[in-house]
């Protein structure tokens, strides 16, 4: 199972980023799909989540109405749209894919397939 991160960068503050995340070696459609980060000298947190049908998505207050996760069975791949950009979501983010959504939303430890990461720097 191959989950690969994309299109993180430097960004100004208030600017938009769009990662994507593309799986490979696993049924994509029957997983629920998350976006979590770990920002420098901090523990790893939850960002946002979406369900294997897309019919339920949850994110953490800290990025709720500016960030918006969906995906696309068709190309195995997660997205997750990022506007208003802080420099406090300065982070590296990953994708995760686990058997429960429940999960998902409730660990950021333990998940059954991460990705490796992509970079993204908020500059003030």
């Known amino acids: 199972v191959q989950l690969v991160e994309s299109g993180g960068g430097l960004v100004q503050a208030g600017g938009s980023l769009r990662l994507s995340c593309a799986a490979s070696g696993l049924t994509f459609s029957s997983y629920p799909m998350g976006w979590f980060r770990q920002a420098p000298g901090k523990e790893r947190e939850f960002v946002a989540a979406?369900?294997?049908?897309?019919?339920?998505?949850h994110y953490a207050d800290s990025v709720k109405g500016r960030f918006t996760i969906s995906r696309d069975n068709a190309k195995n791949t997660v997205y997750l749209q990022m506007s208003s950009l802080q420099p406090e979501d300065t982070a590296v983010y990953y994708c995760?894919?686990?058997?429960?959504?429940?999960?998902?939303?409730?660990?950021?430890?333990?998940?059954?397939?991460w990705g490796q990461g992509t970079r993204v720097t908020v500059s003030s």
């Open positions: 979406i369900s294997s049908s897309v019919t339920s998505t």
């Open positions: 995760a894919a686990e058997d429960y959504f429940a999960v998902l939303v409730t660990t950021s430890g333990e998940l059954k397939y």
